[in-house]
């Protein structure tokens, strides 16, 4: 069974420049998952999907991070204009848990994006 | 809130050494307990889990047992080889929220030496 999949693996850019990261869960997974790890830090929650929709953003700095999960299943999140404390690796992570369902079930993650903002 | 806290690291041991990395937790409700790990160059890996109170969580000669009481889900193991050396996570969800969003802790750094 394929994992999750994400690229690019790295990226280095120019503060104010934009960047997309891409996701592509693992086949069936209802819900997908954007964390931002910080070095030396634990990943926190950008944003939760179930399906094609958005059940959490409330983490998500929504003045300049967008992410969108079309057809319910690859997913995209931009980051426009990107600023010097953005550096970090984006992780993307997918389960099992359709709507609904209370969830203690694995999340699964892709290998990350790993952001330098210079 | 929800929050976890996890010992400082790094960690150093020789093979073979017994392995502690304490982790304790906060949580606004009866939450789910896990621990990731992080190989170099790779993904977080679901290493093991325990839902509830006095579960023990096991997997590739790793242990941790859900202590409600004290709040903590240390991860333990016997004997520990150069190839476990990577960064563990102690992470918590809220087993009572249909969201399933996980929280984690800092991480731990172990290294191995042969």
């Known amino acids: 069974e394929a994992g999750v999949a994400q690229s690019p693996r790295y990226k280095i850019i120019e503060k104010r420049q934009s960047v997309a990261f891409w996701c592509n869960p693992i086949?069936?997974?209802?819900?997908l998952y954007w964390y931002q790890q910080i070095l030396g830090q634990g990943p926190k929650l950008l944003i939760q999907?179930?399906?094609?929709?958005?059940?959490?953003d409330s983490q998500l700095p929504k003045d300049r991070f967008s992410a969108e999960r079309l057809k319910g299943v690859d997913s995209t999140l931009k980051i426009q204009p990107a600023k010097l404390e953005d550096s970090a690796v984006y992780l993307c992570?997918?389960?099992?848990?359709?709507?609904?369902?209370?969830?203690?079930?694995?999340?699964?993650f892709g290998p990350g994006t790993r952001l330098t903002v210079l | 809130g929800n929050s976890v806290t996890q010992m400082e690291g790094p960690v150093t041991l020789s093979e073979e050494a017994f392995l502690t990395i304490n982790c304790t937790y906060t949580?606004?409700?009866?939450?789910?307990l896990f621990w990731y790990v992080q190989y170099p160059g790779e993904g977080l890996q679901l290493l093991l889990k325990a839902t509830k109170a006095d579960d023990k969580g096991s997997n590739k000669g790793f242990e941790a047992t859900y202590r409600k009481e004290t709040t903590s889900f240390h991860l333990e193991k016997g004997s520990v080889q150069v190839s476990d050396s990577a960064v563990y996570f102690c992470?918590?969800?809220?087993?009572?929220?249909?969201?399933?969003?996980?929280?984690f802790g800092r991480g731990t750094q172990l290294t191995v030496w042969p």
């Open positions: 949580a606004t409700g009866y939450p789910s």
């Open positions: 992570a997918s389960s099992l848990a359709p709507a609904g369902t209370t969830s203690t079930d694995t999340q699964y």
């Open positions: 999907f179930q399906n094609n929709g958005v059940v959490d």
């Open positions: 086949s069936g997974h209802a819900t």
């Open positions: 992470a918590l969800s809220d087993r009572g929220s249909t969201l399933g969003r996980l929280y």
